[in-house]
């Protein structure tokens, strides 16, 4: 489960940021989830309750964003949602290799206290 790694890292990113600011608390974090990303969301959610025990972030809420994929198109110059796993133009039919969102996988925003 490559989630844990994930979570281990996202963590390390919001404890070194809430130290920065002095913080004792961390009571949420938001992770931005692509849909190519290759992550499972269940799966950082509970990776996620077992890595933050005994940290300033135990007890915190994590909460997932899910992102769409975005393409663009080169014939029409328009971007566009491609639900499934071909990202082809609605508008025109062409086929698109020009991922504009939904591969990433990012520490979005922080609350602490």
Same mark, same amino acid.
Do not use: N, Y
């Given at each position: *489960?490559? /989630? =844990?790694?994930?979570?281990?890292?996202?963590?390390?990113?919001?404890?070194?940021?809430?130290?920065?600011?002095?913080?004792?608390?961390?009571? $949420?974090?938001?992770? $931005?989830?692509?849909?190519?990303?290759?992550?499972v @969301?269940?799966?950082?959610?509970?990776?996620? /309750? =077992?890595?933050? $025990?005994?940290? *300033?972030?135990?007890?915190?809420?994590?909460?997932?964003?899910?992102?769409? =994929?975005?393409?663009?198109? @080169?014939?029409?110059?328009?971007?566009?949602?491609?639900p499934?796993?071909?990202?082809?133009? @609605?508008?025109?039919?062409?086929?698109?290799?020009?991922? $504009?969102?939904?591969a990433?996988?990012?520490?979005?925003?922080?609350?602490?206290?």
């Open positions: *489960m490559h /989630e =844990v790694g994930l979570v281990q890292s996202a963590l390390e990113i919001a404890l070194d940021h809430a130290a920065q600011q002095g913080a004792q608390q961390i009571h $949420r974090l938001k992770l $931005r989830v692509g849909a190519l990303s290759g992550v @969301p269940e799966a950082l959610q509970f990776a996620f /309750e =077992v890595v933050v $025990r005994g940290t *300033m972030a135990e007890g915190a809420l994590l909460e997932i964003e899910d992102v769409p =994929v975005i393409c663009f198109c @080169p014939t029409c110059q328009k971007e566009f949602s491609a499934g796993w071909f990202f082809d133009c @609605p508008s025109c039919g062409q086929p698109s290799a020009d991922v $504009r969102q939904g990433e996988l990012e520490l979005a925003s922080l609350e602490v206290s």
